[in-house]
């Protein structure tokens, strides 16, 4: 390839991108700017709420007491047998997550969005006592990390259309 396509590939591709109208979701002018920072998430209730609330807190940041909107979640969690050997013993277990949450303002108390999101995970019990424990533990760390990047998405969806 000549220099001379080089440059005119570059210079294309530059123009592309710059006409776009993409715009980074907590970048300068983005409409999501108003979460990061700001939002204080309902204290977790037990291990699988702690796993979610570290992993919105990890998208969101952790706020720093002046948090203008508050996120009430409420999350279950489910085993489901999926997999069975010729002597049925279960070999494979889904593990089914699903949240509601509402983002209120803090001030009013107005709850200004909810949504629902769910999913699941897997894990296998093939192996020993031990690493089944594992697999188990890790399935719902994964699940929790869905789960948080689920309801993100969904709240900058919202952020963008309803600047906060």
């Not at 998208?59 to 047998?81: F, M, N, V």
């Not at 010729?86 to 509402?102: C, D, F, K």
């Not at 897997?122 to 697999?135: D, F």
């Not at 188990?136 to 998405?153: C, G, P």
Request: glycine share 10%; aromatic share 6%.
């Amino acid at each position: 390839m000549s220099s001379c396509n080089r440059r005119i590939f570059l210079l294309s591709a530059a123009a592309l991108v710059g006409g776009c109208g993409f715009t980074p979701v907590y970048g300068p002018g983005g409409g999501a700017r108003g979460l990061h920072q700001n939002v204080l998430v309902d204290e977790p209730t037990d291990n699988a709420s702690y796993l979610l609330v570290r992993e919105l807190e990890d998208r969101l940041g952790r706020g720093t007491g002046g948090e203008a909107y508050g996120l009430t979640l409420s999350l279950k969690t489910r085993q489901e047998s999926v997999g069975k050997t010729v002597a049925q013993v279960t070999s494979r277990y889904n593990v089914v997550g699903e949240v509601t949450y509402a983002l209120r303002d803090i001030g009013t108390n107005e709850v200004m969005t909810t949504g629902k999101v769910d999913t699941f995970t897997s894990y296998s019990t093939t192996g020993s006592t031990v690493s089944e424990l594992a697999a188990e533990k890790d399935a719902y760390q994964r699940l929790m990390v869905i789960l948080a990047d689920r309801i993100v998405t969904d709240l900058q969806v919202y952020a963008t259309s309803n600047p906060l």
